[in-house]
C-alpha cells in the first residue's frame, strides 16, 4: 500500500503542471458559469471584489490561486528515502534468512520449539521441516 501511494504521488508530482492546469480551467469554467452575484460572507469577498474588477478578472484570480495551490500540494519529492528504505527491509529480511539456515546448519544453535512446530507443521517431513523452521523464524524476527 506504501509503495502504491508512494507511486502515485510520484505520478502526480511529475504531471503536476498539465493536472494543475485542468483543475484550474475546470475551476475556471464553474466559477464564470456560477459566479454568485450575492450571498453569504463566505463569497462576500468574492463578489466585492468582482465589483471592482469584474467577473472574468475575479474567476481567473481564483483560478490562478487554485493553480498556485495544486503545484504547490501537489510537489512532491521524498530524495530517495523511499527507495533506501526498501533497500534497507530487504537487506534485513536477506540477513535474516540467511541466519535462519546457519541456524539450521548448527544443530547446537536451532531453537528446539521452533523445531518441533516446523516438524509438526512438515507432518514428519524434516527436508519440510527445515523450509517451515526458516519461515517461521524471519516471520518472528520481523
Not at 103 to 109: A, H, Y
Request: net charge neutral; proline share 2%.
Amino acid at each position: 500500500m506504501k509503495e502504491k501511494l508512494h507511486n502515485l504521488r510520484v505520478f502526480l508530482s511529475k504531471f503536476k503542471i498539465p493536472i494543475s492546469a485542468i483543475v484550474s480551467c475546470l475551476i475556471f469554467y464553474f466559477f464564470i458559469t456560477n459566479f454568485p452575484t450575492s450571498g453569504s460572507r463566505s463569497v462576500a469577498f468574492f463578489v466585492g471584489i468582482s465589483e471592482i474588477i469584474g467577473i472574468p478578472m475575479t474567476v481567473f484570480i481564483l483560478s490562478a490561486a487554485w493553480f498556485g495551490l495544486m503545484c504547490l500540494f501537489l510537489d512532491y519529492n521524498d530524495y530517495g528515502s523511499f527507495e533506501k528504505k526498501k533497500e534497507e527491509y530487504n537487506n534485513t529480511l536477506n540477513s535474516l534468512y540467511s541466519q535462519a539456515a546457519q541456524e539450521l546448519q548448527d544443530r547446537e544453535k536451532i531453537k528446539m520449539d521452533v523445531w518441533g512446530k516446523a516438524l509438526l507443521e512438515a507432518k514428519g517431513n524434516e527436508e519440510l521441516a527445515k523450509a517451515k523452521y526458516i519461515e517461521i523464524r524471519v516471520k518472528e524476527a520481523e
